[in-house]
């Protein structure tokens, strides 16, 4: 089963406490329901301000764990968060009114992870030839046409009614955009001073005259 891709702006907008995204380290994470297990907890309080941002930084990129540093006073190693102590790091002192009896912390939670944060998104502009309406969308890189589709249903419900084309060849709906020859010319743009939104490619939607796929 192929994972699901998320945009940053898509994490973005999931930034309340009842409603909690975060993204690191390339994945995102739906929080939410651990926020509800920790509700009112000041622990809870580092999570919250971070709500719909990635917060790779708070991770050591080779092992994955929250990076460390050297108290300077006990030479002990302990975890590094300098926005404050949060849910499951253990308090720089033995307590009596902390344990560590929850099981995996959140951050190797698997449960929580729920798809994948794109390496790099694109705008495209969809063109339906029957009504002549355009949208401009992001996209992920990662995903095959059929993704891209399912990101257009809000706007076309009979999506899947249409032959997809781009510089009128049929578009392979199993494949990505760039392996369609769609290319990525983000770059190219930035390189030469140009504004890229003048220039998106352009996917053209020829109707099949078939309604049965809503």
């Known amino acids: 089963m192929r994972p699901k891709y998320y945009t940053p702006n898509e994490v973005s ?14 994945k995102v994470y739906d929080l939410t329901p651990l926020c509800d297990d920790y509700a009112g907890d000041v622990l809870l309080k580092p999570v919250i301000a971070s709500a719909g941002k990635d917060i790779s930084h708070w991770f050591d990129k080779k ?4 990076r460390t540093h050297v108290d300077p006073v006990t030479g002990c190693v302990f975890p590094y968060t300098p926005h404050g102590r949060f849910v499951h790091i253990p308090p ?5 009114d902390w344990t560590n009896d929850f099981g995996r912390p959140w951050w190797k939670n698997d449960s929580f992870c729920i798809g994948i944060l794109s390496a ?34 809000k706007w076309n419900q009979h999506a899947a009614s249409y032959t997809w084309k781009y510089n009128g060849v049929n578009l392979d709906m199993g494949k990505t955009l760039e392996q369609n020859g769609v290319a990525d010319e983000d770059e190219e743009f930035y390189k030469l001073s140009m504004n890229d939104d003048e220039f998106l490619p352009a996917i053209h939607l020829y109707f099949n005259d078939d309604l049965t796929e809503a």
């Open 13 to 26: 907008v999931h930034n309340t406490l009842k409603d909690l995204w975060v993204s690191f380290l390339g």
């Open 120 to 153: 790099k998104t694109r705008f495209i502009k969809i063109i339906n030839t029957l009504t002549s309406q355009e949208h401009i969308i992001e996209v992920c890189s990662e995903e095959i046409m059929s993704e891209i589709l399912d990101r257009y249903l």
């Open 92 to 96: 720089p002192c033995p307590r009596t």
């Open 63 to 66: 092992t994955k764990e929250i």
